[in-house]
């Protein structure tokens, strides 16, 4: 977003997780890279400013230690990460 515009956190639980919404409206993600986004070392900044983990550790964090989802929707405008946890332990 390069230091403008707006991000709207939200929380609500929603039968048995907790929903966390990162909302922005920025230019959002191309359609090329959104199959890439939790890649690990994988990163749309030039070479030096950016390791390209930080998406990667999130879903490995959520997914596979929390069994939870992590998700992205993007479109010109309104880019949206959604975290969702059990409020529960799963088995797993």
Known sequence: MRGKGEIVVR???EMDEA?????DNGT????DVMPH???PFFSTKPPGQGT??????SYQTV???HRGALL???RPGQ???????PLVSRPG
């Open 11 to 13: 929380t609500y639980r």
């Open 19 to 23: 929903v966390v919404e990162f909302t």
């Open 28 to 31: 959002g993600i191309a359609d």
């Open 37 to 39: 986004l939790f890649e």
């Open 52 to 57: 390209g983990l930080g998406l990667d550790i």
């Open 63 to 65: 997914v596979n230690r």
């Open 72 to 74: 992205v929707s993007s």
């Open 79 to 85: 880019t949206t990460f959604q975290v969702r946890l």
